[in-house]
């Protein structure tokens, strides 16, 4: 790695690590586990398709501020290639063109189609690994697609793995039975598995929540506590005194 990471460390993400699920339960977000995971994409100087389906553009950019890099400039100068379906639809009131079309299955094969050749494009471009991340699949189902053709589009995700410079992080809010036959799929073949969780015991001052990560092969899943701040997260073993956060 470029720089040292407090969070990444604790993944302990490698780059044999290719298919990544992040998996977020009840009222917690994951989303500082997607950008820094971005952070260090641009340090390594790969490059990232980023499908959009939760927060916004600007969201993006005004984290990676605080975490020390510029989001907007890193799109424009190629490095981030954006895909907003969300935004499309807002622009398609009317036309009934891509994502507001009858036929579901083709929308994920269109969405797909726009994914595989920004990636190609990206992995002409450098030498260096290029990242797919979806944040996060399971708006998929607010769109009125069936379970059936998510599926598929997430097995046609995967399957740009086959180039062994392609890594795929998708992201799954867990809250119903469709939403975790996705992430249960997902799972099954992912590399790197992380769960966040809020804690059990409810609201703490020093602990915002819990952080699973398993490894493909290994029995054995890691479990942190973590503190969210406006510039980091810091992670820490449970058991351990909380005041290793302010070390």
Known sequence: MVSINPLLVSLDIKPTDKIISIKESG??????????????????????????????????????????YDFLKRVEDGCIR????LKDIVEDIGNETNYLIDDKEQIVKALFTNIKNSIEELAAATPNRVYLIIDDISHLLDLGIDLKYIISFINYCLSLVND????????????????EIICNNLNYVSDVIIEVLPLKTGFSREVTGVMNVEKSGSLQVTQYHFKAYDKGIKTFHLGESVYNLYK
Do not use: W
Not at 30 to 59: R, Y
Not at 82 to 85: G, K, M, R, V
């Open 164 to 179: 062994d410079r392609i890594s795929v992080v998708i992201n799954t809010h867990v809250c119903s039975k469709s939403d």
């Open 82 to 85: 954006t895909i907003e379906p």
């Open 27 to 68: 009222n917690i977000d994951s989303n500082f586990i997607i950008t820094h995971l971005i952070k260090q994409i641009l340090l390594e100087n790969n490059k990232l398709c980023f499908v959009i389906l939760h927060n916004t553009l600007g969201h993006y950019h005004n984290v990676g501020k605080r975490l020390g």
